[in-house]
């Protein structure tokens, strides 16, 4: 059935998980914060961002409470969950909201506390998502806002003009290439004011450290202009993290992409890139470049906290285990809200990459 232009049809009710508290009236949402810590234990209540999370899913609401208790363990913010789904039950009350806190402890007792305030926005409700969200944010801190999915219509200028901080997962988009114009687009645009994180190029920086470090002595470095070809083995989401790695190793040797998988060397050669598909892998779970003499292995298996890494160059051999945590999402996003500032190499790589997915 359709109603103007939002789709109806019955969804199963949203179920009552006990991680979003308790249900409360969107008019009574500060008296009832207030309420809430006048009633706790916490010994500090912290903020220090806005910090929301944006989802289209239907029910991610609990899975992504489920997260921020794990992020505010490391980042005191006031957290705003948004799960705006375009669907609804005829009769549901299009915006329903839930307040809580995540608490850390110490000595068994609640020390610091961050709360959450939790949206459910029916029937296409992108209106609401700056009416009512955003009526909410503590004003004087920045606003980091987590938007999970597909870069979409949704995401426009009254919305990001706003943000102070972007995070991205590009892995997850379904066409990059209309993901990163969109991106791009909001970015240059002069009412915003936002940097961008992207955890799929995160998801590279271990890679991208360990690589570096194989180039510290000046026999690995000579083989640089050498370069012969490119290889990645990479996860289920590995593709664009793999990529974007690629591109960097282009830049870095002074390469330009040349057709479909290929790179074009400063003097004319042509240097394959062979990319791998493996379910068992982890999200970069193989590079190797090949050069004149010699190769550059670097190996991260599943749940090893740790980057293999064996340089070979004629008799010269160089092996090392180098230092990498295990590639949780919730701790790359809390990697990036260790940042500040804007990535410099972002968008510079954003720029290869698509000369290399429109090819």
């Keep these: 059935m359709m109603r103007g232009n939002v789709f109806l049809r019955v969804i199963p009710p949203l179920t009552e998980p006990l991680s979003l508290g308790h249900e409360v009236p969107v008019s009574d949402i500060d008296k009832e914060l207030q309420v809430l810590w006048s009633a706790d234990e916490a010994g500090t209540r912290a903020s220090l961002m806005n910090f929301a999370i944006y989802n289209e899913e239907i029910e991610s609401l609990e899975s992504n409470s489920v997260l921020l208790a794990t992020i505010t363990q490391e980042h005191a913010c006031r957290a705003i969950l948004i799960n705006n789904v375009q669907t609804c039950n005829l009769g549901e009350k299009p915006v329903r909201a839930w307040i809580t806190a995540h608490c850390q402890l110490r000595g068994g ?198 980057i293999a890494t064996r340089v070979e160059i004629g008799d010269h051999l160089v092996e090392d285990l180098i230092p990498a945590t295990r590639d949780r999402r919730s701790a790359h996003v809390c990697a990036q809200l260790e940042q500040a500032g804007n990535n410099q190499l972002y968008f510079p790589i954003i720029d290869v990459l698509e000369e290399m997915l429109g090819t």
């Design 109 to 306: 007792r609640k020390s610091v506390c961050s709360e959450q305030i939790s949206f459910l926005l029916q029937c296409g409700g992108n209106r609401h998502v700056r009416n009512i969200v955003f009526s909410h944010l503590d004003s004087d801190l920045p606003l980091v806002f987590w938007w999970q999915g597909e870069l979409n219509d949704n995401f426009e200028d009254r919305l990001f003009s706003v943000i102070d901080r972007l995070v991205i997962d590009s892995a997850d988009w379904s066409d990059p290439l209309a993901g990163f114009a969109r991106l791009k687009k909001a970015h240059q645009d002069g009412s915003s004011r936002f940097s961008t994180n992207d955890l799929a190029w995160s998801r590279s920086h271990k890679m991208r450290r360990a690589l570096s470090d194989c180039f510290d002595d000046k026999i690995s470095l000579a083989e640089l202009p050498s370069l012969s070809e490119i290889s990645i083995v990479h996860g289920t989401k590995g593709k664009i993290p793999a990529l974007m790695l690629a591109a960097w190793i282009a830049q870095r040797a002074g390469l330009s992409p040349a057709g479909e998988m290929q790179f074009r060397s400063q003097d004319g050669r042509s240097v394959p890139l062979l990319l791998e598909s493996d379910d068992a892998s982890s999200t970069i779970g193989v590079l190797t470049l090949r050069t004149t003499r010699g190769f550059f292995v670097l190996r991260r298996d599943v749940g090893i906290p740790f």
